[in-house]
């Protein structure tokens, strides 16, 4: 099933394009990557899709339901939760804290709490630094925050934006490993990388972007090979 629709989604900033003519899906239980060169628009349907941004033409379908144009705090309640770019935890508030606030939209405050309890325990990093100011940490215990909050949030689909980000080898591997088994879980997953090949290698589908939001491939890691893969891919077909 189609989770997450665009049809035909034209985004400004004042009078320039920024995405033009853009269609995508996310099915539910897939992971799907969204890659390609700075500026192509990857930030800009992002946000566009969490409410942050307004499309000024086409259709944002979650669940089948119209949701373009909703303030952010609405969507997110149609269990949409975003990982922005440069993670944005609270600097000064504690790891436990920060936690908290992704629980915030939800009603079942008791099984919330136990699920801070359960998160704590999954990123032993965040277990041990709890009562510490989220400015304390490293940029990679900053990304697993940034990751916990969001799925405290319980999320029906996941949205990163470039996760890895200025993040240590090692810290990246963590951080795909932790998307593939998220994704075992059963979590859906829309991934906005600049490491594509990382990203093609766990995806079920990939979208490349180039500038203006235009799709130059959709597909398979398997049909990209097929048809000289990422590197021509950026070459262009
Ligand atoms: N607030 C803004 N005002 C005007 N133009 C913007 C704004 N934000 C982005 N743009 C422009 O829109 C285009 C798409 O930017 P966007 O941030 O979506 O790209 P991106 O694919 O996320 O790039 P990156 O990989 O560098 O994060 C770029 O040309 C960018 O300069
Ligand atoms: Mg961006």
Known sequence: MNLLTLTDVWVRYGRVPAVQGLSMHVDEGQLVGLVGNNGAGKTTT????TGVLRPSA?????????????????????????????RRIFARLSVRENLQIGT?????????KEDIEE??????????????????????EQQQLAIARALLARPRLLLLDEPTLGLAPLI??????????????GVTILLVEQNAARTVSIADR???MRTGG???FEGTGD???ARGGLETAYIGF
């Open 46 to 49: 992002l946000s566009t899709v």
């Open 58 to 86: 086409g259709t944002i379908e979650f669940e089948g339901k119209e949701i373009a144009g909703q303030a952010p705090d609405r969507i997110l309640r149609h269990g949409l939760s975003l990982v922005p770019e440069n």
């Open 104 to 112: 915030s939209g939800r009603k079942d405050r008791a099984k919330a």
């Open 119 to 140: 998160m704590l325990g999954r990123f032993p990093v965040l277990e041990r630094y709890h009562d510490q100011p989220g400015a304390n940490l490293s940029g990679g």
């Open 172 to 185: 990246v591997d963590q951080v795909f490993d932790l998307l593939e088994q998220l994704k075992s879980e």
């Open 206 to 208: 990939v979208y490349i």
């Open 214 to 216: 235009r799709i130059e």
């Open 223 to 225: 049909e990209l090979a």
